[in-house]
């Protein structure tokens, strides 16, 4: 059960955890995100859902953002929250008008609480840079300004393919599965 609201993500997991079962877990109010890291983000989720789980399943909190060198990390933690919703990337490149170093990161961190309690965290990282413009249709967040490393398209342009098999979400799916001893 992945412990959020937001179906992209939930398309995403789904995805890049193939023969996995991944729905939304159901349930009103999720703590609010105001962990100093990913990690406290994420696990805030999954210690939420696991007692409203069902009893046999796993549990997964996610939490995701972009952090800018020129910004000495920001947004971070604060990705989804730091400006207007759905106007985000925007807000980045209004910050970074004029900047030349546009070196950044997209990381996510999953942590999964089994049924007995025991943890397990993944993080996924995507290395790239933040472009001038948007750019692409495809994705969300911030997908349409960040370009990855060894590309020229921003993610949003590189389309949903590449993401499957590529992205933070996608890495940190990976490395979740890898922690487990899955395939």
Not at 26 to 43: F, V
Not at 133 to 139: F, H, Y
Request: glycine residues 12%; hydrophobic residues 40%.
């Amino acid at each position: 059960m992945l412990c959020s609201r937001n179906p992209h993500k939930l398309a995403e997991l789904r995805a890049a955890l193939p023969g996995w079962t991944v729905e939304l877990l159901d349930a009103d109010g999720y703590p609010p995100e105001d962990g100093d890291t990913y990690y406290a983000n994420a696990r805030g989720k999954a210690l939420y859902g696991r007692p409203v789980a069902p009893a046999d399943a796993w549990v997964v909190g996610e939490d995701s953002g972009i952090e800018v060198d020129a910004l000495g990390g920001e947004p971070g933690v604060h990705s989804a929250r730091w400006a207007d919703e759905g106007r985000q990337d925007v807000a980045l490149l209004a910050r970074l008008a004029g900047e030349s170093d546009r070196y950044a990161r997209m990381v996510t961190h999953l942590v999964a609480i089994a049924p007995d309690g025991g943890e397990v965290d993944a993080v996924g990282v995507l290395e790239g840079e933040v472009a001038t413009e948007p750019r692409g249709t495809g994705g969300f967040g911030y997908d349409p300004v960040f370009i990855p490393e060894g590309e020229t398209k921003t993610v949003a342009e590189l389309g949903d393919d590449w993401k499957r098999a590529n992205s933070h979400r996608a890495r940190a799916a990976a490395a979740l599965r890898a922690a487990l001893g899955a395939s």
